[in-house]
């Protein structure tokens, strides 16, 4: 099936919390430079600035691929639109059971479209905070595989940059930035562009991104606000069919047959906050935001079209703090989040005009018992009602997460957790096309092991998830239903960095994994899309003072097409990528070039089975290909 594209992009930033006075520092993930995610009981990987400079990636979505235990999928090149995430293995749904955070703040949207991460510039970000099977109590619906938090730079020096870029397929690009303070006030101004006639055939870009931050920091007071906006449009080059008669992905794999199909995209997001200290131990935050996220699609190809709207206000309050209970250190977190979505959709299949609401309170508590063991637990009560022309649904949950964590010397920690999250179906699952569909529940378990110093670190998460009512589209029925049996989703993660020498960096992320239908039609059945094995190996050199050479190798395993659920069909093949990119500096000049697929291999991150026609459709990306970028910053 093919996925649909909607943009949810933006650049957030929040404040930072309050030092106290006899206490640690009050700890929110997404919130301050000190990350609450290192001392929660999962096995968080944590991307910070150094490993971000340290990776040959061009955007978010290439960052996130090097990940153990997630897979950043693509349809149609190589700049990250429409790539969908999965963590934990879900496959299809992946993009649906993986939240995607921004500072806190929900990136993931109210339909089956995936959050388009390129207008995020890397240069932007602190940090990243990976979650496996965790964040349903702190962040709510959609936590299933675990949460994805993109931290933005929380403090703005004087700098200013500006680049040039150029590359395979008349692919051009440029980006600029200006940051500041003066007093109490600082800022950030960034502008980034791409054009590109992308690998294949109708599969050209443009993407246009703004993004502005100005704040204020007085004592005890915080004032915030954020704005950004995007422009995007596609062309829409559809799969590649295999079958007994033919093999366009070998034969023809850049060719298309939908020369005509397009779409257009453009987004805006506003979010203005403030922080106010309530003593010494504790900060009242109030985030409110509006956001539209618009596209326009022509698929001459079967006949139809659409244009949809969607406006989202968001009024996100919470109370945070530390308190101290006999030798035991609390930091808590109390908070509400009201969501209003108005959905408005013209499509030649008819017209919807809906609305939804989401409203859910919450309450977290990580407890220090001693300097080496602690425990955390949370819990999440969500109501969502939804009405108007084609769907009427209300639907609710409750989310619970616990865990416990114990550092030995020499920073090493154990730590076990559980989660009960909770899926609810959006709107595309609820259309009138399909039956009611109600929300689906898991229950995950996670044990592991970490250890970290400097800039060197690794991690070791062994999970396994059980589903009830999982909601996935039966290729039989045309329809998004909940499943009658459960499905199981187990595997073992790692992610480790070290250095040789204050020069030479390695990294070695790399996962197993399996996730299988537990009962019903398709018993014992490996669900589509997911990858036995992925492996990410990244050398990163400082070969002379002024020359710098990362080199990674990429490998993605065997998997079924979505779509085949009774795993009748051949599997799509595994694959593999080696990159290399090297920066030379010159004051605050630089020249970066990279060589990327240097193998030439054929490469699909996506596959699609129609039983009807016992045929595949798969969507190439691009062989051997180049990227060049010249520069400066002050």
Same mark, same amino acid.
């Given at each position: 099936m093919?996925?649909?594209?909607?943009?949810a992009v933006?650049?957030?930033?929040?404040g930072q919390?309050?030092?106290?006075?006899?206490l640690?520092?009050v700890?929110v993930s997404?919130?301050?430079?000190?990350?609450?995610?290192?001392?929660?009981?999962?096995?968080?990987?944590?991307?910070?600035?150094?490993?971000l400079?340290?990776?040959p990636?061009?955007?978010?979505?290439?960052v996130?691929?090097?990940?153990g235990?997630?897979?950043?999928?693509?349809?149609?090149?190589?700049?990250?639109?429409?790539?969908?995430?999965?963590?934990l293995? $879900?496959? !299809?749904t +992946?993009? &649906?059971?993986? @939240?995607? %955070?921004?500072n /806190? =703040?929900r990136?993931?949207g109210?339909d089956?479209?995936?959050?388009?991460l390129?207008?995020?510039?890397?240069?932007?970000?602190?940090?990243?905070?990976?979650?496996?099977?965790?964040?349903?109590?702190l962040y709510?619906?959609?936590?299933t595989?675990?949460?994805?938090?993109?931290?933005?730079?929380?403090r703005?020096?004087q700098?200013?940059?500006?680049?040039?870029?150029?590359?395979?397929?008349?692919?051009?690009g440029?980006?600029?930035?200006?940051?500041?303070?003066?007093?109490?006030?600082?800022?950030?101004?960034?502008s980034q562009?791409?054009?590109?006639?992308?690998?294949r055939?109708?599969?050209?870009?443009?993407n246009?991104?703004?993004?502005?931050?100005?704040?204020?920091?007085?004592?005890?007071?915080?004032?915030? $606000?954020? !704005?950004? +906006?995007? &422009?995007?449009? @596609?062309? %829409?080059?559809? /799969? =590649?069919?295999?079958?007994?008669?033919?093999?366009q992905?070998?034969?023809?794999?850049?060719?298309?047959?939908t020369?005509?199909?397009?779409?257009?995209?453009?987004?805006?997001?506003?979010?203005?906050?403030?922080?106010?200290?309530?003593?010494?131990?504790?900060?009242?935050?109030?985030?409110?935001?509006?956001?539209?996220?618009?596209?326009?699609?022509?698929?001459?190809?079967?006949?139809?079209f659409?244009?949809?709207?969607v406006?989202?206000?968001?009024?996100?309050?919470?109370?945070?703090?530390?308190?101290?209970?006999?030798?035991?250190?609390?930091?808590?977190?109390?908070?509400?989040?009201?969501?209003?979505?108005d959905?408005?959709?013209?499509?030649s299949?008819?017209?919807?005009d809906?609305?939804?609401?989401?409203?859910?309170?919450?309450?977290?508590?990580?407890?220090? @018992?001693?300097?080496?063991?602690?425990i955390?637990a949370?819990a999440?009560?969500?109501?969502?009602?939804?009405?108007?022309?084609?769907a009427?649904?209300?639907?609710?949950?409750?989310?619970?997460?616990?865990?416990?964590?114990y550092?030995?010397?020499?920073?090493?920690?154990?730590f076990?957790?559980?989660?009960?999250?909770?899926?609810?179906?959006?709107?595309?699952?609820?259309?009138?096309?399909?039956?009611?569909v109600?929300p689906?529940?898991?229950?995950?378990?996670t044990v592991?092991?970490?250890?970290?110093?400097?800039?060197?670190?690794?991690t070791l998460?062994?999970?396994?998830?059980?589903?009830?009512?999982?909601?996935?589209?039966?290729?039989?029925?045309f329809?998004n239903?909940?499943l009658?049996?459960p499905?199981?989703?187990?595997?073992?993660?790692?992610n480790s960095?070290?250095?040789?020498?204050?020069? @030479?960096?390695?990294?070695?992320?790399?996962?197993?994994?399996?996730?299988?239908?537990?009962?019903?039609?398709?018993?014992?059945n490996?669900?589509?899309?997911?990858?036995?094995?992925?492996m990410?190996?990244?050398?990163?050199?400082?070969?002379?003072?002024?020359l710098s050479?990362?080199?990674?190798?990429?490998?993605?395993?065997?998997?079924?097409y979505?779509?085949?659920?009774?795993?009748?069909?051949?599997?799509?093949?595994?694959?593999?990528?080696?990159?290399?990119?090297?920066?030379?500096?010159?004051?605050g000049?630089?020249?970066?070039a990279?060589?990327?697929?240097?193998?030439?291999?054929q490469?699909?991150?996506?596959?699609?089975?129609n039983?009807?026609?016992?045929?595949?459709?798969?969507?190439?990306?691009?062989?051997?290909?180049?990227?060049?970028?010249?520069?400066?910053?002050?």
């Amino acid at each position: 099936m093919q996925r649909s594209l909607v943009v949810a992009v933006s650049l957030l930033a929040s404040g930072q919390l309050l030092a106290a006075n006899e206490l640690q520092t009050v700890k929110v993930s997404g919130a301050t430079s000190t990350s609450l995610a290192r001392e929660l009981p999962v096995g968080a990987v944590i991307l910070d600035r150094h490993t971000l400079n340290s990776l040959p990636a061009s955007d978010l979505s290439e960052v996130l691929d090097t990940v153990g235990g997630l897979q950043a999928s693509q349809l149609y090149g190589i700049n990250g639109s429409g790539a969908s995430l999965d963590l934990l293995g $879900f496959g !299809a749904t +992946g993009n &649906q059971n993986t @939240l995607i %955070l921004l500072n /806190g =703040r929900r990136l993931s949207g109210i339909d089956l479209g995936s959050p388009n991460l390129t207008g995020i510039p890397l240069a932007a970000i602190e940090r990243i905070e990976i979650l496996p099977g965790a964040g349903a109590a702190l962040y709510g619906n959609g936590a299933t595989g675990g949460t994805i938090n993109i931290v933005t730079r929380q403090r703005y020096e004087q700098s200013a940059g500006l680049e040039v870029s150029g590359g395979s397929y008349n692919a051009l690009g440029g980006q600029f930035h200006a940051t500041g303070n003066r007093g109490r006030i600082s800022g950030a101004l960034a502008s980034q562009s791409l054009i590109s006639d992308g690998y294949r055939d109708n599969n050209d870009t443009r993407n246009h991104s703004v993004f502005g931050d100005l704040r204020y920091q007085g004592e005890g007071f915080q004032a915030y $606000f954020t !704005a950004t +906006g995007e &422009q995007q449009s @596609l062309g %829409l080059p559809g /799969g =590649r069919t295999i079958d007994a008669s033919q093999n366009q992905f070998r034969d023809d794999p850049q060719g298309t047959s939908t020369p005509q199909d397009e779409a257009e995209q453009d987004n805006y997001w506003l979010m203005p906050g403030i922080r106010i200290a309530l003593g010494d131990q504790s900060a009242l935050t109030l985030d409110v935001s509006r956001r539209r996220q618009h596209q326009d699609f022509d698929y001459v190809s079967s006949s139809s079209f659409g244009d949809t709207r969607v406006d989202s206000y968001s009024v996100t309050p919470k109370l945070e703090g530390q308190s101290a209970t006999g030798s035991a250190v609390h930091n808590w977190t109390l908070g509400v989040d009201l969501y209003e979505y108005d959905y408005r959709s013209i499509t030649s299949f008819g017209n919807r005009d809906l609305e939804q609401s989401q409203r859910a309170w919450y309450i977290h508590d990580l407890i220090s @018992l001693t300097p080496k063991f602690s425990i955390s637990a949370g819990a999440r009560k969500l109501d969502s009602t939804l009405s108007g022309e084609g769907a009427n649904k209300d639907q609710d949950g409750e989310m619970y997460e616990g865990g416990l964590r114990y550092t030995f010397t020499g920073n090493l920690a154990l730590f076990a957790g559980a989660q009960r999250s909770v899926r609810i179906a959006n709107l595309d699952e609820l259309s009138p096309f399909n039956p009611p569909v109600d929300p689906q529940t898991g229950k995950t378990y996670t044990v592991g092991a970490s250890w970290s110093q400097g800039f060197q670190y690794s991690t070791l998460t062994l999970w396994r998830s059980e589903i009830d009512n999982e909601i996935l589209f039966d290729p039989a029925t045309f329809t998004n239903r909940n499943l009658d049996d459960p499905t199981v989703h187990k595997g073992i993660s790692i992610n480790s960095r070290w250095q040789v020498d204050k020069d @030479l960096t390695f990294t070695a992320n790399a996962s197993a994994q399996q996730a299988r239908f537990d009962g019903g039609q398709y018993s014992g059945n490996d669900v589509p899309l997911v990858p036995e094995h992925t492996m990410a190996l990244i050398a990163d050199w400082q070969a002379l003072r002024w020359l710098s050479a990362q080199l990674s190798h990429r490998y993605v395993g065997d998997r079924h097409y979505d779509g085949d659920l009774a795993n009748r069909y051949i599997k799509l093949d595994h694959y593999r990528t080696t990159d290399l990119q090297l920066t030379a500096h010159y004051r605050g000049l630089y020249l970066r070039a990279g060589a990327y697929n240097l193998e030439n291999h054929q490469v699909a991150d996506y596959g699609n089975y129609n039983a009807t026609a016992n045929s595949a459709t798969l969507y190439p990306l691009p062989e051997r290909h180049y990227r060049i970028a010249v520069g400066f910053e002050l």
